[in-house]
């Protein structure tokens, strides 16, 4: 791992990329791991995060997601957030893209995190627009209630993005502009099979940048790494130890 350390000491514009394998440490389940969201029984995966579905009926994404996203004010940064909030204060890194809805990395400190799939910190009617933010909707979901607005009894939603939306469009502009400014990225924790945001790495790549992957499992993106690592505990106390 000391090339990576090296790498990262060398590079003049690193960016790190996260997706839901960063917070299994944290005791958060991904999506398409092998204890992951779609491999639950009591959850349909698909539904919970589908806006048409969601605004047929939002029962069924409050009742579901109560115990993986409202109770996310239980939840504490793990070493991969925190490693990567200390690399920005010293300088080696420039960003984090992730692909994460559990705000772990503003908690951990990371200064600047841009949240391609939105993110539940704000809530909003999709009626009149008015906003929300988290802990006044988690303590309702977490009371067993599905939140209406109080003003015209309109659908409240999470600015998270749901299947059939389009992507917050100024974030993805941003993670695609520090991409392709990038000599260096680490994805860390994704399968790299949702898209866009899957994409976001290939514009580093096309700018003769670097990619190192750290994720148990593979990536579409294996054979264009430079370093492929699968354990990230490993990597980021080998990181927390050699890179001061």
């Not at 997601?65 to 909030?85: G, Q, R």
């Not at 627009?129 to 209630?145: P, S, Y």
Request: glycine share 8%; hydrophobic share 40%; aromatic share 10%.
């Amino acid at each position: 791992m000391h090339r990576l350390v090296e790498m990262i000491q060398s590079s003049s514009y690193c960016v790190a990329f996260t997706g839901a394998g960063v917070s299994t440490l944290a005791g958060i389940s991904d999506f398409r791991g092998k204890q992951g969201l779609y491999k639950q029984e009591d959850i349909d995966a698909d539904r919970i995060f589908d806006i048409g579905y969601f605004r047929k009926d939002p029962s069924y994404y409050y009742l579901k997601s109560k115990d993986f996203i409202y109770n996310l004010d239980k939840k504490t940064p793990a070493l991969v957030h925190t490693e990567l909030a200390r690399l920005e204060e010293a300088g080696y890194i420039k960003a984090v893209i992730t692909q994460n809805i559990d705000l772990l990395h503003q908690k951990a400190g990371s200064k600047r995190v841009i949240e391609v799939h939105g993110s539940p910190g704000i809530h909003r009617c999709l009626s009149c627009g008015r906003t929300w933010d988290f802990a006044d909707i988690a303590a309702l979901v977490q009371q067993g209630t599905v939140p209406f607005c109080d003003d015209c009894g309109g659908i409240i939603k999470p600015d998270i993005t749901f299947f059939g939306e389009q992507l917050p469009a100024q974030a993805l502009e941003e993670a695609f502009s520090l991409a392709a400014s990038a000599d260096l990225m680490i994805i860390l924790g994704s399968t790299l099979l949702v898209q866009p945001a899957a994409s976001i790495p290939l514009y580093t790549r096309r700018n003769n940048g670097n990619l190192v992957i750290v994720n148990n499992m593979e990536t579409p993106l294996d054979p264009y790494a430079a370093l492929r690592y699968s354990d990230l505990g490993e990597v980021f106390s080998y990181l927390g130890e050699h890179l001061v």
